[in-house]
């Protein structure tokens, strides 16, 4: 069983930055290829980013691209997620997944976050 509790949301300005952090529990996650989706009112859960268990591989939404990067640490057991340049249209839910594939389809990860909250005023 892998438990994820994702924290660093909050409000900023258009064009600033926030670092979101997902840590893991339970069974290491090192594993586990690690994904941040996000999801905004009345819209569908949709893929941000993805990372593969080594680290070594990353994806990225067309619309994220350029500002987003995701990176983990094994040894600490958390997956990262730096936004910078963030737009109106980036506010949403952020939720971190883990997934024992390599893939952007939300319905292939088995262990979620809570979720976490990030507005991004203009």
């Known amino acids: 069983q892998v438990s994820l509790v994702e924290s660093g949301g909050g409000l900023v300005q258009a064009g600033g930055s926030l670092r979101l952090s997902c840590a893991a529990s339970?069974?290491?996650?090192?594993?586990?290829?690690m994904a941040w989706f996000r999801q905004a009112p009345g819209e569908e859960r949709v893929f941000v980013a993805r990372?593969?268990?080594?680290?070594?591989?990353?994806v990225y939404a067309d619309s994220v691209k350029g500002r987003f990067t995701i990176s983990r640490d094994n040894a600490k057991n958390t997956v990262d997620l730096e936004m910078n340049s963030l737009k109106p249209e980036d506010t949403a839910i952020y939720y971190c997944?883990?997934?024992?594939?390599?893939?952007?389809?939300?319905?292939?990860?088995?262990?979620w976050g809570q979720g976490i909250q990030v507005t991004v005023s203009s």
């Open positions: 990372i593969s268990a080594s680290g070594v591989s990353t």
């Open positions: 997944a883990a997934s024992p594939i390599t893939t952007s389809d939300w319905n292939r990860y088995f262990a």
């Open positions: 339970g069974r290491t996650n090192n594993i586990y290829h």
